[in-house]
């Protein structure tokens, strides 16, 4: 479904990332896992157009994604919850989510709001509410709801436990386990790793822009560096 090979991501001279390669499958979830700083963000805005490959490629089913423009990428199947969530704080549940579809026509962005408002009832009740008036937990799920308003084959959840009491962390896991088994594919950039990788079919660590080791969740836990650096055993 989504492939990266050998991506280095670059701000101006200053590489994030050094030959990032990792594949999604269809309806596939892949945790990405790694400190702060280890290049997660990065891969993520290489894959929406929102940072430069300088070197690499970004397929999406055999389709180059690199060099296309961030609408474009959308209309091709994938959607972003940034970190932070991002809401537009001072407009309404309701115009977020139309912000988030506006990829499409008037007949389908009416059937996927309906869609979002019967996955999201919260989101329904408080429609009319300013956006930065909702808590985190529910901006978050704010914030998935808006990517996946234009209905994408691949979804980017960036940090989406970040901040978030230990309730509603659950409460995200699950919302991801929904999505995942519609059969979207969901790469999930993490520092929280035991939740992330409880959640994912694969893993990929992410250490200073590299990939030091990738593979199921349940190898990787049993691995002592992993264990040490990102487990607290």
């Known amino acids: 479904m989504l492939t990266l090979s050998e991506v280095h991501v670059a701000y101006g001279h200053i590489r994030a990332t050094h030959?990032?390669?990792f594949s999604v499958g269809e309806g596939e979830?892949?945790?990405?896992?790694?400190?702060?700083?280890?290049?997660?963000?990065?891969?993520?805005?290489?894959?929406?157009?929102?940072a430069n490959v300088a070197q690499g490629e970004i397929r999406l089913a055999g389709r180059l994604l690199s060099g296309l423009r961030p609408p474009d990428v959308v209309r091709l199947g994938i959607g972003l919850s940034p970190e932070g969530r991002r809401v537009f704080p001072q407009v309404t549940v309701h115009e977020n989510l139309l912000a988030g579809g506006y990829t499409l026509g008037s007949r389908a962005m009416k059937s996927r709001l309906e869609w979002a408002y019967s996955r999201f009832p919260l989101l329904k009740e408080r429609s009319k509410q300013a956006a930065g008036s909702l808590s985190g937990g529910q901006q978050?799920?704010?914030a998935i709801a808006r990517a996946l308003m234009p209905n994408p084959k691949v979804l980017l959840l960036d940090e989406p436990s970040l901040g978030l009491a230990p309730v509603m962390v659950q409460h995200i896991g699950d919302i991801v386990r929904e999505i995942s088994r519609e059969g979207i594919s969901i790469i999930l950039a993490e520092q929280n790793a035991a939740w992330s990788m409880s959640l994912a079919n694969n893993a990929v660590i992410l250490e200073l822009g590299r990939v030091v080791m990738q593979g199921p969740p349940a190898k990787l836990k049993s691995e002592p560096s992993v264990q040490r650096a990102y487990l607290g055993r």
């Open 29 to 50: 979830t892949v945790a990405l896992i790694g400190s702060n700083g280890a290049g997660k963000s990065s891969t993520l805005k290489a894959i929406m157009g929102l």
């Open 140 to 142: 978050q799920m704010l």
């Open 19 to 21: 030959g990032i390669s």
